[in-house]
Nanobody
Framework: EVQLVESGGGLVQAGGSLRLSCAASGFFFDDYAIGWFRQVPGSEREVVACISSNDGNTNTYYADSVKGRFTISSDNNTKSTVYLQMNSLKPEDTAVYFC????????????????????WGQGMQVTFSS
């Protein structure tokens, strides 16, 4: 059974940083994609960043709103955790953040739709504090 457990959320001030973690168990980091999504009340879940690997090639994707501020990476040692480093945080980054996973990818391109993923974490709140 695949389980995704997020951690690292919380309160952050203007220009602050947070590192979110997504620990995966029962999941094979071979041909895969891990995405970070966020959602605010009344809005659809949107992709923030994604990391994918297929046939030995790795790809990353960032939403325009976070390019240059957020970095997604995987733990190459344990191959069980994906991180989202969030810098220069803004009020509009306030949301519930989810990680999602897809196994057995056939292309290296990152899937960016929530419907593309099979497994989801429980979500955690990131709140901008003034």
């Amino acid at each position: 059974e695949v389980q995704l457990v997020e951690s690292g959320g919380g309160l952050v001030q203007a220009g602050g940083s947070l590192r979110l973690s997504c620990a995966a168990s029962g999941f094979f980091f071979d041909d895969y994609a891990i995405g970070w999504f966020r959602q605010v009340p009344g809005s659809e879940r949107e992709v923030v960043a994604c990391i994918s690997s297929n046939d030995g090639n790795t790809n990353t994707y960032y939403a325009d709103s976070v390019k240059g501020r957020f970095t997604i990476s995987s733990d190459n040692n344990t191959k069980s955790t994906v991180y989202l480093q969030m810098n220069s945080l803004k009020p509009e980054d306030t949301a519930v953040y989810f990680c999602a996973a897809l196994e057995d990818t056939i292309v290296v391109a990152c899937p960016v739709g929530p419907e593309d993923y099979d497994y989801w974490g429980q979500g955690m709140q990131v709140t901008f504090s003034s």
